[in-house]
């Protein structure tokens, strides 16, 4: 099984709230979880990844918790900001290697002040 | 110029012509990528081409042809195309294929428009 499920579609949050995205998969053998940000009129970039020999990874506001059990992987982003208004694409490969990612479907990120 | 250029941003075309979308990376990578990204639906890989030598083709359908003249430039031709073939047409690189830490660095794609 390939398919990596996202949720939600689309999300409103207040300025400085916490925004949490879910992910989910089926394929045990996928040991790399990269979150993309895309902005309007622009490609998908980098924002985290994680590896499942750990259960959490913080980059500033960003984190992801990774629940290897449940096959599970979050999204969240403390104190959203308008700026942070955009599409969340999960996506989840074998080692690392860009070539085999499946990516979820999105979620549209809207941050009101 | 810096990362990777997609031109052009635009394009609009009828199902009987033939028409060409370009990608350039400047990052000094050996990977190049095309991806399909339609709404509501996730990124589509359909080619990869590692050190100019096609190492995945997703079954795309042959309206579709990929080139690779060095590690780039990247070409997809476009010929005979459907108005299901309208999307948003994805550019990525990465400094390797299929090895760690390296990530999929995207250009900011081309829409495409099939009338």
């Known amino acids: 099984q390939q398919q990596v499920k996202q949720s939600p579609q689309s999300l409103i949050v207040q300025k400085g709230g916490i925004s949490i995205i879910n992910c989910a998969y089926e394929?045990?053998?996928?040991?790399?979880f990269p979150w993309y940000q895309q902005f309007p009129g622009k490609g998908p970039a980098l924002l985290i990844a994680i590896r499942p020999d750990v259960s959490e990874k913080k980059e500033g506001r960003f984190t992801i918790s990774f629940n290897k059990s449940a096959k599970q992987f979050s999204l969240h982003i403390m104190d959203s900001q308008p700026g942070d208004s955009a599409t969340y694409f999960c996506a989840a490969g074998y080692g690392a290697g860009s070539y085999q990612l499946t990516f979820g479907k999105g979620t549209k990120l809207s941050v009101i002040p | 110029e810096t990362g990777v250029t997609q031109t052009p941003r635009h394009l609009v075309m009828g199902m009987t012509n033939k028409k060409s979308l370009k990608c350039e990376q400047h990052?000094?990578?050996?990977?190049m990528y095309w991806y399909k990204q339609s709404a509501k639906k996730p990124l589509e890989l359909m080619f990869v081409y590692n050190f100019k030598e096609q190492t995945e083709n997703n079954s795309v359908p042959s309206r579709f042809s990929p080139e690779c003249p060095n590690s780039s430039h990247l070409f997809l031709h476009l010929h005979t195309l459907q108005p299901e073939d309208s999307a948003l047409y994805l550019c990525?690189?990465?400094?390797?294929?299929?090895?760690?830490?390296?990530?999929?660095?995207f250009g900011n794609g081309t829409r495409l428009t099939v009338t």
């Open positions: 990525a690189s990465s400094q390797d294929y299929g090895t760690g830490n390296s990530p999929l660095h």
């Open positions: 394929n045990t053998a996928f040991d790399y």
């Open positions: 990052l000094g990578h050996n990977a």
